[in-house]
């Protein structure tokens, strides 16, 4: 089984950064990618981004050069680098270990509120 762990959510004010985290534990040697995705109130589970181990990446158009994400070395662990936040961006923050096999494994989700 593989467990997912976010962190790094929090209030901040419109124009500001924040850096989310995500880990991978357990069994992860079938994991070949990490993404992120969050939900508003009322609304859907949408994209962020995503990226393999080997670097590859994905971004839901309309946060290209806002958002940036990375993998840690370990290839079990990836950030989300967030600027220029605005009131649009708050929702929960979730993270999602891809796997082999079709598999997939999210985490609890992390609050990202932007208020002034």
């Known amino acids: 089984q593989v467990q997912v762990v976010e962190s790094g959510g929090g209030l901040v004010q419109p124009g500001g950064s924040l850096r989310l985290s995500c880990e991978a534990s357990?069994?992860?040697?079938?994991?070949?990618?990490m993404g992120w995705y969050r939900q508003a109130p009322g609304k859907q589970r949408e994209l962020v981004a995503t990226?393999?181990?080997?670097?590859?990446?994905t971004y839901q158009d309309s946060l290209k050069g806002r958002f940036t994400i990375a993998i840690a070395s370990a290839k079990t662990a990836a950030y989300l680098q967030m600027n220029s936040l605005n009131f649009e961006d708050t929702a929960v923050y979730y993270c999602?270990?891809?796997?082999?096999?079709?598999?997939?494994?999210w985490g609890q989700g992390t609050q990202v509120t932007v208020s002034s």
């Open positions: 990226i393999t181990r080997a670097g590859v990446t």
């Open positions: 357990g069994s992860t040697s079938n994991i070949y990618g």
């Open positions: 999602y270990a891809m796997a082999q096999y079709n598999r997939g494994y």
